[in-house]
């Protein structure tokens, strides 16, 4: 019973290894795409800028031309002053032109404040556009070094997945399915038992039970976790070891 311990001891360093690397393997991956994720919304904020910015553009030059023609309809308007030859007439033609010249102030105003606008959507463009050079070539390097780990951890994987299939292969089936249906409800399936305590638990063995446990003559469970409880070995210094 000993010897199947040992081996049980073996298969469960094997199972907790490949825990590890099953989260591992797990873990880079969600990694990457967070990396991918990130490098998606700086670019969709970089597209939007850019929209924005066009479309401020665009206005700007619309209200140009507005200006340039409200412009050339004063000049036509100012012409007409020295033709006209009632002052009825005259002093409808001035507010035309007053008006005129209002809206032409207002729109001076608006191109000003676009073209302020299209200052500011600039230098936020530019900013983000080297966050996205930064964090591509940043995000690139990270990708590139997860994805030569989860090479290694793949390999690394397989090897302990063939190394547990040939640790399995001489447990005898009864003690494996109890191993694996304790390992599924706990985790871990073995504990050492020291001084009369479970260490997997932390209750109290009692001393009967625990004497069995010692001398290894039979697969003892915990009374209280029902993990399967081994002794820890002592060298020739007399320190227990698992």
């Known amino acids: 019973m000993r010897n199947q311990i040992a081996v049980l001891e073996t298969l469960q360093q094997l199972d907790l ?11 880079y991956p969600q990694e990457m795409t967070r990396c991918e994720e990130e490098l998606r919304r700086i670019k969709e904020s970089v597209s939007k800028i850019k929209e924005e910015l066009n479309g401020r553009k665009r ?3 619309e209200k140009e031309l507005s200006l340039a023609e409200n412009k050339d309809k004063i000049k036509r308007l100012e012409g007409r002053l020295f033709e006209i030859k009632t ?5 409808a033609l001035q507010k ?13 105003e608006e191109i000003l404040k ?7 959507l600039e230098a936020l463009l530019k900013e983000k556009e080297n966050e996205l050079a930064e964090r591509g070539k940043e995000y690139e390097e990270v990708i590139n070094s997860y994805n030569g780990k989860i ?7 397989e090897t302990k997945k063939q190394e547990k299939k040939r640790v399995t292969s001489i447990v005898s089936p009864e003690i494996l399915s ?8 706990n985790g871990v399936a073995l504990a050492p038992a020291r001084n009369e305590i ?31 409880l081994y002794c820890e070995e002592k060298t020739e210094n007399g320190v227990q070891t698992a």
């Not at 290894?17 to 873990?27: A, T």
């Not at 002052?87 to 002093?91: G, P, T, W």
């Not at 997997?200 to 976790?225: A, K």
């Open 17 to 27: 290894e490949l825990g590890e690397l099953e989260d591992n393997l797990e873990k």
């Open 59 to 61: 206005k700007k030059v």
């Open 87 to 91: 002052y009825k007439e005259y002093e």
């Open 96 to 108: 035309e032109v007053a008006e005129a010249k209002k809206l032409t102030a207002e729109i001076e």
């Open 114 to 120: 676009e073209m302020e606008s299209v200052e500011d």
């Open 151 to 157: 090479n290694e951890l793949k390999s690394v994987y």
């Open 178 to 185: 109890m191993y694996e249906r304790i390992r599924t409800r």
């Open 198 to 228: 479970c260490t997997g638990c932390n209750m109290n063995i009692p001393p009967q039970l625990f004497n069995e446990v010692l001398t290894s003559s039979r697969m003892i469970q915990c009374p209280n976790c029902h993990r399967i």
